[in-house]
């Protein structure tokens, strides 16, 4: 795209004047670089469609991946979704303001390009001030993808921001670091029972607890086949890679997938491949004088380093991401969604 100067504002020295020219320019119709609580987002007016517009095109994200809008609070939601049921309302207030975007019948007055040609929306009302305060002052909803060029990891940080859309975008707000580090759980409440399209931030076990059952969508962990249709749009694309090839190893017990990894790392050594590991902290001597980036003791604190890992095994020039699968309880289905997707669905 265009060179334009890109103004980035230090949230906690430049509050006022930041969250000004950002709500300025989304009343404008232009877009923002701003800090949630999962990923930092890309930002337009959403009911401005030539705006919502500039978004695709800014990422370069297919027109039929449709975005999250943003709200502040729960008067807004009316502007976008029509008869919500009783139990998708006791969904989000139990998980609003938070990772939780809800997939409702849209109003006609909702423009197809934010809602991907279908006839929902995805809604979430986020937890981050920075964010909730930009909403509230622009006196906009705001669709927001994660902001990161298609394909490439989601941006945890403003500098993650920056190199991609440096000189492309007026506006980034840096807001320090985003702590889930993984996008919103999409779940679609229209019918009896939450489906989840996307795991995040908050947990399948966390949705089945209030609403007492919660189903999985096909494509969460799965490549969908050939026509076999996507609920959620998002599912079908590559997504969140690096440069480096991404591989996930599932052993059939903890020794063997110590074993594959091991013996993947010093094959490509040989090839003269750069290689990294990303595991738990606990694991990092399992593999002895190999090198790891340990993630975190635990899955969520892998979901909040995962990202910003996979853009510094590029910056380290690493060819080769080796990856420990971790099980799918609590944090651990977000992360193994977003890590199999990194991989192309590549096993070893
Ligand atoms: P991102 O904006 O990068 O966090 O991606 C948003 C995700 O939400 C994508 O996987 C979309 O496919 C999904 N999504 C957004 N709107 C809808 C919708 N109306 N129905 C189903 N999935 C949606
Ligand atoms: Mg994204």
């Not at 906690?12 to 950002?22: K, L, N, P, V, W």
């Not at 889930?180 to 019918?191: A, F, I, K, M, Q």
């Not at 099980?327 to 193994?336: E, N």
Request: glycine content about 10%; hydrophobic content about 40%.
């Amino acid at each position: 795209m265009n060179n334009m100067d890109t103004e980035i504002f230090d949230l906690f020295t430049q509050y006022e004047e930041g969250m000004d020219r950002a709500a300025e320019v989304i009343r404008q119709g232009g877009l923002v670089g701003f800090p949630t609580e999962t990923v930092y987002g890309l930002g337009a007016d959403a009911m401005n469609e030539e705006a919502v517009r500039s978004i695709y095109i800014a990422k370069g994200r297919p027109s039929n991946n449709p975005l999250i809008v943003h709200i502040c609070d729960m008067s807004q939601l009316d502007i976008l979704v029509k008869d919500v049921p009783k139990r998708a309302l006791e969904l989000m207030e139990r998980f609003w303001p938070g990772p939780f975007t809800a997939v409702l019948d849209k109003r006609p007055e909702v423009n197809g390009t934010v809602s991907g040609g279908l006839n929902t929306v995805a809604v979430r009302m986020p937890s981050n001030r920075y964010a909730s305060e930009l909403i509230r002052r622009s006196g906009r909803v705001i669709a927001a993808p994660s902001g990161n060029l298609s394909g490439k990891p989601s941006p945890t940080t403003a500098k993650h921001m920056k190199d991609d859309f440096m000189g492309k975008i007026p506006v980034i707000l840096d807001g320090g670091r985003a702590d889930v580090g993984v996008e919103s759980t999409v779940c679609d409440l229209r019918g009896d029972v939450p489906v989840i399209l996307r795991p995040g931030g908050i947990t399948a076990e966390m949705i089945r607890s209030a609403a007492g059952s919660v189903e999985i969508s096909g494509g969460v962990l799965k490549k969908l086949s050939e026509g076999e249709k996507a609920l959620s749009p998002g599912m079908l694309y590559r997504h969140y890679s690096p440069k480096a090839e991404v591989y996930v190893a599932q052993g059939a017990d903890e020794a063997d997938t110590v074993k594959r990894i091991n013996d993947a790392y010093d094959g490509y050594e040989r090839q003269g491949r750069p290689c990294v590991i990303f595991c738990l902290d606990g694991n990092a001597g399992l593999y002895r004088g190999r090198n790891t980036y340990p993630l975190g003791k635990d899955a969520g604190q892998m979901a909040s380093n995962l990202f910003d890992a996979l853009r510094k095994a590029d910056e380290d020039s690493m060819s080769v991401v080796l990856f420990e699968a971790v099980s799918l309880d609590g944090m651990g289905l977000a992360v193994m969604n977003r890590i199999i997707r990194a991989a192309g669905f590549k096993t070893i």
